[in-house]
């Protein structure tokens, strides 16, 4: 039976020592390390390259990562019974740079939360259960653990939940599209405009079958790039900037 959430709150955080392999050297990571004098959010899933950990679960917590920070939030960790291989070639993968992957290989931490489920029977072993906490100074403040049913629940441990609970009034923004192609001046400034405002974007690019065609279709402009934010069109570099000026002027 796993633990509720207020059985963990107010306790420490189990003491573990992670093989880990930040830029690609072995190196030995405390739990110390991880939280001491820090403000962290965790949040731990069955598996690297699952399916709801890879659509959703990392990549929204990695879309958010700026909001958790103006919020108090030092670090945001992703933690998964799997090997530090495993970890950081999913994080490559998923261009999670706001995130920092922990390979827990052995299952040591995921026990000492209680947290630790048997997954024979999909040929997994031994895994984590999906939750996710708020550790302050090493001492779990709140955690949100995944309802025991079958399959693999998603349903309290995700990002805004967490923000939420942080801030019930944080700003959560709209989701950024930027259809771009390579080698494109306009379209590296329209990237660079939305990174100096600490806005994550996701990059639909021409080497990706993206052709004019498309881009008209989608936009109605025929002129790279193309910015969308929350479905709505901005248009190009010089649109972007207006933009952002506007915003300024409006706040």
């Known amino acids: 039976m796993l633990p509720t959430p207020e059985s963990l709150e107010g306790k420490p955080v189990p ?31 069955p598996g690297a390259y699952t399916p709801t950990c890879s659509s959703t679960h990392l ?9 958790f920070r103006q919020n108090g939030v030092d670090d945001i960790i992703c933690m998964a019974v799997n090997d530090a291989f495993v970890m950081n070639e999913w994080k490559h993968g ?10 827990d290989g052995n299952g040591d931490f995921s026990e000492g939360m209680g947290m630790l489920v048997d997954k024979r029977n999909l040929g997994f072993g031994m895994r984590s259960w999906r939750y996710s ?4 100074d090493g001492i779990i403040e709140k955690a949100f ?23 019930p009034a ?15 001046p306009h379209c590296a400034r329209a990237k660079e405009a939305l990174k ?5 974007f996701t990059e639909i690019s021409q080497d990706q079958k993206i ?41």
């Open 170 to 184: 944080a700003e959560i923004p709209e989701p950024v599209v930027v259809f771009s192609k390579p080698g494109c």
């Open 94 to 103: 998923q261009d999670a740079e706001n995130i920092t992957v922990i390979p």
């Open 15 to 45: 003491k573990v020592t992670f093989k880990a392999r930040p830029d690609n050297q072995w190196q030995d990571i405390t739990t110390d390390d991880l939280f001491k004098g820090k403000t962290v959010v965790v949040f731990s899933l």
């Open 196 to 200: 100096s405002h600490d806005i994550k």
């Open 145 to 167: 653990i995944e309802p025991e049913k079958d399959g693999d629940p998603f349903e309290v441990s995700d990002a805004e939940t967490m923000l939420r609970h942080i801030n």
């Open 59 to 67: 990549p929204r917590y990695n879309e958010l990562a700026p909001v």
């Open 211 to 251: 052709n004019s065609s498309v881009l008209r279709a989608v936009s109605g402009e025929s002129t790279w790039p193309q910015v969308f934010m929350g479905g709505k069109l901005i248009g190009n570099a010089d649109a972007l900037e207006n933009w952002f000026k506007t915003a300024r002027q409006n706040p």
């Open 133 to 136: 906490m708020l550790v302050k």
